[in-house]
């Protein structure tokens, strides 16, 4: 099943990464890190060597919108 919903745990962290790096996904598998740079205005790229999940990754791109990012909530946090 793919992960329509990206989780704070799939976020690039932030000690490494801020505003204005570039984050690579080697293995993007369904995209969920790319979708969530693209949220967070991250410049990111991403390798996948299956072309349905290449379909994927650019369906769930094409439907994210820049900086359409809800952080979790205190409580969404607790009870990762």
């Known amino acids: 099943k793919i992960n329509e919903n990206v ?6 962290d932030k000690k490494f990464a801020k505003k204005g790096d570039k984050i690579l996904d080697p293995f993007a598998g369904s995209g969920s890190i790319l ?3 693209k ?3 991250f410049d990111s ?3 996948e060597i299956n072309s349905e999940y290449v379909k994927i990754i650019r369906k769930r791109l094409s439907q994210t919108m820049v900086g359409d990012f809800n952080p979790p909530t205190e409580e ?3 009870n990762t």
């Open 35 to 37: 979708v969530a740079c």
């Open 39 to 41: 949220q967070l205005s």
């Open 45 to 47: 790229m991403g390798c």
């Open 76 to 78: 969404n946090l607790i």
């Open 7 to 12: 989780t704070i745990k799939e976020f690039p």
